[in-house]
């Protein structure tokens, strides 16, 4: 039998045009997610294939390599199985994931050290960094055009200006993810691969492989929805599957939203094991899990396309953020004016986008007061 997904509507920009911007921002209010159509995206299939082939080679790599590049406050490097909790309320221990961060680039040389199984190929990282940062520049300013920003102050280019990574440094990170296949003694039952969480920034971009399913988001309640739901997101919505590659699935953040008083959604979502590969155990009656979510077995039929959950699971995330020192100020479109509802936490303080995002580091990571002055003086605020 089929499982229910999500309605997320596939968007073609290759010919981009004020309604293809209606369209971006309809979908973003609606969803808080969209698919972009892998056509003019700057993207190949080789490109991506090979960004896979690395990703899967650092992973498979010794651990003592990967710890000479572990993740600190700078948010750049390995982040160890488990070190990571998105959802503390609901997990037991941290994500069951391995992921690395890459920061901005100079030169197409890296700015911060990478293991030397990467070394030979930081231009070829660093030129798929930059596709994802030109991705992200051409949907900000379709979400301008949608959102109807007079020209006069600022227009197509409001969002862009300040993206621009020749003014300052921003948050921006290039995230490869490695979800490895359970042992016999995990999934618990409240053991995650990525738990229930919002994205922090401005845009994600995400990079998934055809049959490894896992991602699902929290669906809001609708007449035909009641109650808010875990619905699962396919790699390969229906119209794609003749495609170069899967659709780039995109996702507003957290600061986004903020941004926008609150008119384009920062959707929850998680990544959950879609299939026991050993055992039942986690499950209950009817395959349900503690977290309230169904598995999907292998060769489950989604949405008319088969999914395999069982087997490692790689992904690769872009978080786009503002340039770091960009104030959060209302953002000058009617459609949010309309609303009654100003960027902004009610106090009146408008942060800078180097403050909202150090704030949810400090959550994710558990930083203490001591690791917050130390981010403080690496971006040269103290």
Known sequence: ??????????????????????????????????????????????????????????????DEEKESCRIGVENAGWSAMHSEVLDPEHQERGDYKEAFNFKAFKDSKAQQPIPKSLEPNETQISHFYDLCHQLCIKLLELFAIGLK??????????????????????????????????TSSSPSTKSIRAGAHSDYGTLTLLF????????????PTSPSNPTESWVPVPVLPPGTESDPFPPILVNIADLLSHWTGGLLK?????????????????EGANGELANGSTRISDGEVVNGHTERGSGDRYSIAFFLH??????????PSPLIQSRGKPAGNGTGKVMTANEHLMGRLAATYGW????VEARRELDGEV
């Open 1 to 62: 039998m089929g499982q229910e997904t999500s309605p997320i509507p596939v968007i073609d920009i290759s010919e981009p045009s004020d309604q293809t911007g209606h369209e971006l921002v309809d979908a973003a209010a609606r969803y808080g997610f969209v698919f972009i159509k892998s056509k003019s995206v700057g993207f190949t299939a080789d490109v991506i294939d090979q960004m896979f082939a690395l990703s899967r080679k650092f992973f498979h790599s010794p």
């Open 149 to 182: 920003i007079d020209p006069s102050q600022g227009g197509s280019t409001w969002f862009s200006s300040r993206h621009d990574p020749s003014k300052s440094p921003s948050g921006t990170v290039l995230r490869i993810l490695y979800y490895p296949t359970p």
């Open 208 to 219: 998934r492989l055809p049959h490894q399913a896992g991602l699902e988001i929290l669906a």
């Open 266 to 282: 920062s959707t929850v979502h998680r990544v959950v094991f879609p299939t026991a590969t050993e055992g039942n155990s986690a």
């Open 322 to 331: 503002p340039n770091r020192d960009t104030p959060l100020v209302p953002i």
């Open 368 to 371: 203490g007061k001591e690791d």
